[in-house]
């Protein structure tokens, strides 16, 4: 029997070093700092992605879907591989950057996200196989895999384009673009389908068909969103724009379906789970909007000459939708426990960080005030974050460990 709680701890703990070297990249703008700042922001996003939010995925996938299929010790083979590769990047990352040792750590975590993709459609117990929720996890694992080959390309562009070539920045933000959005949220919404399949909630097949093929034109072709900041032709813009009303079409879709089973969704979970999915669909809202808005090409150079746009975006898909929806996922299926001061002080850093970073993109826009402090005062409200993961990990391995005793 495998611990599955460990394996949330240890991502916890991916989580606080993700935490702290956000903290130490901010720093870097207000005071001297003997390290490489490309090369601790590359640690951060790595770890960010493949340590903590994947772990928590992947967890949330065997407990729900694989644990029957007794296959612990191949499970725990593949998460321990996964694991070599998440610290070999962590240890390399920082002290050189993008090069060899860090090459390979990241190319064979590739693998094991290939190894766990595999293994749960190879192994995924027969019942579940008609189901809408497994359906949406599947294909998130799709999307997984085809986001893999930008990391693939950076390879290839760095050794013959260099880079400078416009297809660096494309490889790097096709793999962002497929592992947010499709990736994430797709597995994401499976275990929210899940949850209804065991409540008891029915939908019309009809709706969940064309849900399910508006959410995935939505993401195909969002994707030509992440191609706009060198100003290719007309049609990419109206492509983009596309599947951005198509994702927004889905999600409308699907508020519609959950409308008249808000009172039941209410009972069903705690008072913190539901707190967390309401900041999650309210967020997505506004991420529906700006990617609509990004496909005008006003918004779009905007965002280029901008960076604090993208950023702000990114954090809020991040840190306001993934991990705020991972965490009330987590605490539902007992994974985790929620303390209310974590809440609290991440909620706190999250708003307050995200306010001062649109603010900055926004007085660099329209010329308004900016304070010489900025810089102190987003590291300082940073430390917010160490401080909440630190008493959302005390909470889950102290206490629950002195309660076992």
């Given at each position: 029997?495998?611990?599955?709680?460990?394996?949330?701890?240890?991502?916890?703990?991916?989580?606080?070093?993700?935490?702290?070297?956000?903290?130490?990249?901010?720093?870097?703008?207000?005071?001297?700092?003997?390290?490489?700042?490309?090369?601790?922001?590359?640690?951060?996003?790595?770890?960010?992605?493949?340590?903590?939010?994947?772990?928590?995925?992947?967890?949330l996938i065997y407990k729900i879907f694989l644990s029957e299929a007794h296959k612990p010790k191949l499970y725990k083979r593949i998460f321990i591989f996964t694991n070599i590769?998440?610290?070999?990047?962590?240890?390399?990352?920082?002290?050189?950057?993008?090069?060899?040792?860090?090459?390979?750590?990241?190319?064979?975590?590739?693998?094991?996200?290939?190894?766990?993709?595999?293994?749960?459609?190879?192994?995924?117990?027969?019942?579940?196989?008609?189901?809408?929720?497994?359906?949406?996890?599947?294909?998130?694992?799709?999307?997984?895999?085809?986001?893999?080959?930008?990391?693939?390309?950076?390879?290839?562009?760095?050794?013959?384009?260099?880079?400078?070539?416009?297809?660096?920045?494309?490889?790097?933000?096709?793999?962002?673009?497929?592992?947010?959005?499709?990736?994430?949220?797709?597995?994401?919404?499976?275990?929210?389908?899940?949850?209804?399949?065991?409540?008891?909630?029915?939908?019309?097949?009809?709706?969940?068909?064309?849900?399910?093929?508006?959410?995935?034109?939505?993401?195909?072709?969002?994707?030509?969103?992440?191609?706009?900041?060198?100003?290719?032709?007309?049609?990419?813009?109206?492509?983009?724009?596309?599947?951005?009303?198509?994702?927004g079409l889905a999600f409308y879709e699907l508020y519609l379906m959950l409308k008249n089973h808000f009172p039941i969704l209410k009972k069903s979970f705690s008072s913190r789970?539901?707190?967390?999915?309401?900041?999650?669909?309210?967020?997505?809202?506004?991420?529906?909007?700006?990617?609509?808005?990004?496909?005008?090409?006003?918004?779009?150079?905007?965002?280029?000459?901008?960076?604090?746009?993208?950023?702000?975006?990114?954090?809020?898909?991040?840190?306001?939708?993934?991990?705020?929806?991972?965490?009330?996922?987590?605490?539902?299926?007992?994974?985790?426990?929620?303390?209310?001061?974590?809440?609290?002080?991440?909620?706190?850093?999250?708003?307050?960080?995200?306010?001062?970073?649109?603010?900055?993109?926004?007085?660099?826009?329209?010329?308004?005030?900016?304070?010489?402090?900025?810089?102190l005062l987003l590291a300082m409200l940073s430390l917010a974050f160490p401080i909440s993961i630190a008493i959302l990990f005390f909470k889950n391995t102290f206490i629950e460990?002195?309660?076992?005793?």
């Amino acid at each position: 029997m495998i611990d599955l709680k460990k394996h949330i701890v240890i991502a916890l703990v991916y989580f606080l070093i993700v935490a702290l070297m956000g903290v130490l990249l901010r720093l870097f703008y207000v005071t001297p700092i003997p390290l490489n700042y490309k090369f601790i922001l590359h640690a951060h996003s790595h770890t960010a992605l493949l340590g903590w939010v994947y772990l928590g995925l992947t967890t949330l996938i065997y407990k729900i879907f694989l644990s029957e299929a007794h296959k612990p010790k191949l499970y725990k083979r593949i998460f321990i591989f996964t694991n070599i590769c998440i610290i070999g990047m962590l240890v390399t990352f920082p002290i050189q950057g993008y090069a060899l040792f860090s090459i390979i750590f990241s190319s064979l975590f590739l693998f094991a996200s290939y190894w766990f993709s595999w293994f749960a459609i190879k192994h995924i117990p027969k019942h579940f196989k008609n189901r809408f929720s497994w359906k949406l996890i599947k294909t998130s694992l799709l999307y997984l895999v085809l986001s893999s080959i930008g990391p693939w390309a950076i390879g290839w562009v760095m050794a013959t384009l260099g880079p400078d070539s416009i297809w660096y920045k494309t490889s790097i933000y096709f793999y962002l673009h497929f592992q947010y959005n499709g990736w994430f949220i797709l597995a994401l919404l499976g275990v929210l389908f899940y949850i209804f399949e065991e409540k008891g909630i029915l939908f019309n097949p009809e709706k969940l068909k064309s849900f399910f093929l508006l959410l995935n034109f939505g993401i195909l072709f969002t994707v030509f969103l992440s191609v706009l900041w060198f100003a290719p032709p007309l049609i990419f813009y109206i492509l983009g724009l596309v599947g951005a009303v198509a994702q927004g079409l889905a999600f409308y879709e699907l508020y519609l379906m959950l409308k008249n089973h808000f009172p039941i969704l209410k009972k069903s979970f705690s008072s913190r789970v539901f707190f967390l999915m309401k900041i999650s669909g309210s967020l997505m809202v506004v991420k529906t909007l700006m990617q609509v808005f990004s496909a005008f090409p006003y918004v779009a150079n905007l965002a280029f000459q901008l960076k604090d746009f993208v950023i702000g975006y990114l954090h809020l898909v991040f840190l306001g939708i993934v991990i705020t929806t991972l965490l009330a996922f987590l605490k539902y299926f007992k994974l985790i426990e929620l303390p209310k001061s974590f809440l609290l002080t991440f909620i706190f850093a999250f708003t307050t960080t995200e306010l001062l970073i649109f603010y900055k993109a926004t007085a660099l826009w329209l010329g308004l005030p900016f304070f010489s402090n900025y810089y102190l005062l987003l590291a300082m409200l940073s430390l917010a974050f160490p401080i909440s993961i630190a008493i959302l990990f005390f909470k889950n391995t102290f206490i629950e460990y002195f309660k076992a005793a």
